[in-house]
Each structure stands twice: as structure tokens, then as C-alpha cells.
């Protein structure tokens, strides 16, 4: 069943608007792009005993679907995301696919998973936008049964992916309203720090936490990269608001600033990355 939860807090904000949009415009990229990291997610959650698995943050559905095709009929995928537009584009998906997957628009900080609901819970990238992370972490524990294995990817910092930071340094000369990187708060580097993890896992009642270092090339084609960096994010989210002169300056310079990452007619960069398991 496909549930609908309503939330109101600035994530919700610019993942029902701009962002979540511009994720579902791009999803054929991304997918390939973050194709590497799917294995591990679904080789964990096809481990675990029960086969019901949570994704959380689960975007437009790619890492639900996976492990959904992967457990078959034995198992059941609930994939869950603040999201309208993606969790929409997730739905469509799993129909046109056949595939029995279901997806909840909420925010899984808050949400009323039932009690020891899932066997499995894993995340592509999708929990390091929570306001509360220890708060987040408890409801996603109390979703999940005694003994339920954890695991999700997260990226480590920016100055380990320098391609996910590439074009709002390029762009900042001629945009001063460009918004500065966080690494304190909500966003994409706020698991960066691997202490911080463990602490927020341990506080919210994991156990057994482990973190390793993953390194994946990624790929994408050179000619979807314009699309990339003008869509997606920081500079994705203020580009559109700049008059066509400033505009058409932003992309011929952020273009050339990514030119160490392009090989002929393809872009690849290393995707610096935490592997993290924990016990419920």
C-alpha cells in the first residue's frame, strides 16, 4: 500500500520544490551515475532474515526497486521519502516494472513506521538530511526488529569529492548569492565526519557500529554534464533565478572548471564514500 504523510520543515521545502524535481528530470543519469553503490545495499538487505526491507531517502526508487527484484515474492521493499515529485516517479516506476515495491511520502524522522516492522534498513544517500539525526536514527530503530541489520552509504567530505563542489567554486565569483557548503547541519557532507556517526548511531540505539571508506569511479556522459551542475545542487538552486547574460557566463565557466573530469565523451570522478553497518 502507498501512504502519504504530510511534513512542513524546510526539507520538505526544497525537496517538494526545485530539487525533487530536478532529481526526478535527471533520475537516468543519477541512476547510472550512483550505480556502484546500489550492490552493496542490495547484497545487505537480501542477507538479512524476513526479507522486509526500509529505504530510506529513497529518491526516485532505484535501490528499492533492486532489492525488491532481488528478494522476490519472498520479500517486500517499502521505499520512503520526504518528496513528492520522486516519490511519485518511484510509484511509476515500480507499475511499469511490475515490480511490488511500495513507497510513503514522509519524513522518516517523524514517521509511525510500525514497531519492529523491517528486518533490513539501508539508505543510498539519503540520511544526511535530517534536522534531528539522533531522533531520526531512533524512529528509524524502533521500525526496525531486534537484531535488524542497518546499512547505508553516505558520502565523506568535501574535500574528498572535489567533483560534487566543482561548480558552485566556479560559480561563486559571478553569483554572490550562491549559498556556502554546510557541513554542520542538514546536506550532503553533514556524515563527513565518521565520529560524528558513531555517535549519532549509538546514541539513537544501534549497536555494533562499523565504518569503512568506499571509493567508486563514477561515471556520466559528457554531454548530460551542463545538465548536471545547472540543475543539481547549490548552484542548481539559484541558477534559474539569474538573468540569461549572468547566466550563459556561470556555464561556460563552470564548464571549463570541470574539465579535469572529462575523458572524451565521458565524465568520471571518484566517489569518496562511508560504508556503514549497525545491529538493531
Same mark, same amino acid.
Given at each position: 500500500?502507498?501512504?502519504?504523510?504530510?511534513?512542513?520543515?524546510?526539507?520538505?521545502?526544497?525537496?517538494?520544490?526545485?530539487?525533487?524535481?530536478?532529481?526526478?528530470?535527471?533520475?537516468?543519469?543519477?541512476?547510472?551515475?550512483?550505480?556502484?553503490?546500489?550492490?552493496?545495499?542490495?547484497?545487505?538487505?537480501?542477507?538479512?532474515?524476513?526479507?522486509?526491507?526500509?529505504?530510506?531517502?529513497?529518491?526516485?526508487?532505484?535501490?528499492?526497486?533492486?532489492?525488491?527484484?532481488?528478494?522476490?515474492?519472498?520479500?517486500?521493499?517499502?521505499?520512503?521519502?520526504?518528496?513528492?515529485?520522486?516519490?511519485? +516517479?518511484?510509484?511509476? $516506476? %515500480?507499475? @511499469?516494472? =511490475?515490480?511490488?515495491?511500495? *513507497? !510513503?511520502?514522509?519524513?522518516?524522522?517523524?514517521?509511525?513506521?510500525?514497531?519492529?516492522?523491517?528486518?533490513?534498513?539501508?539508505?543510498?544517500?539519503?540520511?544526511?538530511?535530517?534536522?534531528?539525526?539522533?531522533?531520526?536514527? +531512533?524512529?528509524?530503530? $524502533? %521500525?526496525? @526488529?531486534? =537484531?535488524?541489520?542497518?546499512? *547505508? !552509504?553516505?558520502?565523506?567530505?568535501?574535500?574528498?569529492?572535489?567533483?560534487?563542489?566543482?561548480?558552485?567554486?566556479?560559480?561563486?565569483?559571478?553569483?554572490?548569492?550562491?549559498?556556502?557548503?554546510?557541513?554542520?547541519?542538514?546536506?550532503?557532507?553533514?556524515?563527513?565526519?565518521?565520529?560524528?556517526?558513531?555517535?549519532?548511531?549509538?546514541?539513537?540505539?544501534?549497536?555494533?557500529?562499523?565504518?569503512?571508506?568506499?571509493?567508486?569511479?563514477?561515471?556520466?556522459?559528457?554531454?548530460?554534464?551542463?545538465?548536471?551542475?545547472?540543475?543539481?545542487?547549490?548552484?542548481?538552486?539559484?541558477?534559474?533565478?539569474?538573468?540569461?547574460?549572468?547566466?550563459?557566463?556561470?556555464?561556460?565557466?563552470?564548464?571549463?572548471?570541470?574539465?579535469?573530469?572529462?575523458?572524451?565523451?565521458?565524465?568520471?570522478?571518484?566517489?569518496?564514500?562511508?560504508?556503514?553497518?549497525?545491529?538493531?
Amino acid at each position: 500500500m502507498d501512504v502519504t504523510h504530510s511534513t512542513n520543515d524546510e526539507q520538505a521545502t526544497r525537496w517538494n520544490g526545485r530539487a525533487g524535481h530536478a532529481w526526478v528530470d535527471a533520475q537516468a543519469v543519477l541512476d547510472q551515475t550512483l550505480k556502484a553503490f546500489e550492490g552493496p545495499l542490495v547484497e545487505a538487505a537480501a542477507a538479512e532474515h524476513g526479507g522486509r526491507v526500509l529505504d530510506v531517502g529513497c529518491g526516485t526508487g532505484g535501490t528499492t526497486l533492486a532489492v525488491a527484484r532481488r528478494l522476490g515474492p519472498a520479500g517486500h521493499c517499502v521505499g520512503v521519502d520526504i518528496s513528492e515529485p520522486v516519490i511519485t +516517479a518511484a510509484r511509476e $516506476r %515500480a507499475e @511499469r516494472e =511490475g515490480t511490488p515495491a511500495s *513507497f !510513503i511520502r514522509a519524513d522518516a524522522a517523524e514517521h509511525p513506521f510500525e514497531p519492529a516492522a523491517f528486518d533490513a534498513v539501508i539508505s543510498r544517500f539519503g540520511v544526511m538530511f535530517f534536522d534531528d539525526p539522533v531522533r531520526a536514527f +531512533a524512529n528509524l530503530r $524502533r %521500525a526496525a @526488529r531486534d =537484531g535488524a541489520g542497518l546499512r *547505508f !552509504i553516505a558520502w565523506r567530505g568535501p574535500a574528498e569529492n572535489p567533483f560534487m563542489t566543482t561548480a558552485e567554486r566556479a560559480a561563486a565569483p559571478l553569483l554572490p548569492s550562491l549559498p556556502a557548503r554546510r557541513t554542520d547541519g542538514p546536506g550532503q557532507f553533514a556524515f563527513g565526519d565518521s565520529a560524528n556517526i558513531h555517535r549519532i548511531l549509538e546514541e539513537s540505539g544501534w549497536s555494533g557500529v562499523d565504518i569503512r571508506p568506499i571509493d567508486e569511479e563514477c561515471t556520466l556522459p559528457e554531454r548530460e554534464l551542463v545538465g548536471y551542475f545547472t540543475r543539481l545542487g547549490p548552484l542548481g538552486q539559484v541558477l534559474p533565478d539569474a538573468d540569461e547574460q549572468t547566466r550563459s557566463r556561470i556555464v561556460e565557466t563552470v564548464r571549463a572548471a570541470f574539465e579535469p573530469f572529462v575523458h572524451g565523451t565521458e565524465v568520471r570522478f571518484t566517489g569518496a564514500c562511508w560504508l556503514v553497518d549497525a545491529r538493531a
